[in-house]
């Protein structure tokens, strides 16, 4: 049961506007829709070594996620979400091991993610900062070990090192086309560190920041 209480959290804070909708004066305005993106991701590992080290290339990992925004006098605006998630970070160079041996990787966390935010808008525009919190589903690395130019790509999984959940604080900004259509950029720092408590990861320190862009779609 435990297990799912952080779950049960994060769909409490998306259908929070929705209970507060009825409380509300009758000029509060409440949306719900859809935002389909992308996010370059930096996923900080130490100690540095060949298999822990920085990983902050530049990459898009996928985000799609359901919202609900109670818009409130003033320009105000509580905004809400739920969806997936894709981040981790990816090798900037090659890293020479033993023998002319070399090794790259790219470590990608699957995630249910779930946030919220306080907005305040100024013509078409918003801007605002919140908090998520990511529900880890997975954590793999795709790596290759290669000489010269030959390289044979492989899968490890990297539950062992990383924790089952992170929180992050986060800024937003956002332009409206029109009714249906708008634009967000997301910056998101890691509140806490991704690493575990096992022996595993003794002496080891994640940490992650999150930056995306997403399209939205307003369905009513």
Do not use: C
Not at 6 to 29: E, H, K, R
Not at 82 to 101: H, K
Not at 115 to 130: K, N, P, Q, T
Not at 137 to 165: E, G, P, Q, V
């Amino acid at each position: 049961m435990e297990k799912y209480f952080p779950l049960f959290i994060g769909l409490l804070l998306l259908v929070m506007p929705l209970s507060t909708f009825g409380q509300n004066s009758s000029n509060s305005v409440l949306n719900v829709g859809i935002e389909l993106g992308g996010g370059h991701n930096q996923l900080f590992m130490h100690p540095d070594s060949p298999g822990m080290h920085d990983r902050t290339a530049f990459s898009i990992l996928p985000t799609v996620r359901l919202y609900v925004r109670l818009n409130a006098p003033m320009g105000f605006s509580l905004y809400s979400f739920a969806g997936y998630n894709q981040f981790g970070g990816r090798d900037s160079r090659n890293l020479p091991l033993t023998g002319g041996v070399g090794f790259n990787s790219q470590v990608t966390i699957q995630a249910l993610e779930f946030g919220l935010l306080a907005l305040y808008r100024i013509s078409d525009f918003s801007f605002g900062w919140g908090a998520k919190y990511n529900h880890h589903l997975s954590i793999s690395d795709r790596f290759n070990y290669f000489i010269s130019a030959s390289a044979d790509w492989d899968w490890r999984n990297y539950d062992a090192f990383f924790t089952n959940s992170s929180t992050n604080i986060g800024l937003r900004g956002e332009y409206q086309f029109n009714d249906r259509f708008s634009i967000g950029a997301e910056s998101w720092f890691g509140l806490t560190a991704l690493q575990n408590n096992s022996q595993d990861a003794t002496n080891m320190r994640f940490k992650q920041n999150h930056f995306r862009l997403l399209i939205g779609y307003n369905i009513y």
